[in-house]
């Protein structure tokens, strides 16, 4: 049985790391798609703006990209696309290399990729506001342990309610680090905009 493999663009680039893929979104919509009767394997690229799926069997383009918009739940429909032949190519070359490219059961490394990233953001960011750190490397470790716990959770939530999460875990994080004495100056900054990149939104 021939299987072909399918490149297709989706918008599930991290909101929090534009440079990689958002591990939490993309968990369930790889879920949905290794399920599928026509499907052998899903896998999502390190950037997060493409997938590739193999196929056990022929499907008309539209079939394929309604199947994948259907895993999305819907979400970025004008998005959803297969990347034509030209651009695929090198994208292929690469395929399925597990250093660009990640299944359901491995996504969870783009989360910790992610948990690390927004750490070091937050220290860096902790520090131009000039509240003394008494160890920057331990609590960058220890921040990036607490926010992988809940980036790696299997539980679907808006990104609202994610964000929250981590600004708690965060506030927790430097809590015992800092004292409570540093909490007002902390809670002057740590704002759902503190965990993400200086020019988003």
Known sequence: MSVSVGIYSVPLVC??????GCGCLAKPVLARLEVHPDIAEAWLHHRGDVIAIKWL?????DQQVGLLRAALG??????????AAASSSPLLA???????????????????????????????????ARVPLPDGTALQCD????????LVV???MPIEARLARLLGVARD??????????LSQLDAWLTPAALLPEDAG
Not at 57 to 61: K, P, S
Not at 74 to 83: E, F, P, R
Not at 105 to 121: C, K, M, N, P, Y
Not at 143 to 150: F, G, I, R, T
Request: net charge negative; aromatic share 6%; hydrophobic share 40%.
């Open 15 to 20: 909101e929090a790391v534009p440079q990689i």
């Open 57 to 61: 069997r022929e499907l008309g383009v």
């Open 74 to 83: 819907g979400d970025g429909d004008s998005q959803v696309a297969l990347v």
């Open 94 to 128: 690469t395929f399925p290399n597990p250093s660009y490219w990640y299944q359901r059961e491995t996504v969870d490394q783009l989360s910790q990729e992610e948990a690390h990233t927004i750490a070091a953001r937050l220290v860096q960011r902790l520090s131009q």
């Open 143 to 150: 921040l990036a342990c607490a926010l992988q716990e809940v």
């Open 154 to 156: 299997d539980e679907a």
């Open 173 to 182: 994080t430097f809590q015992q680090h800092l004292g409570s004495q540093a």
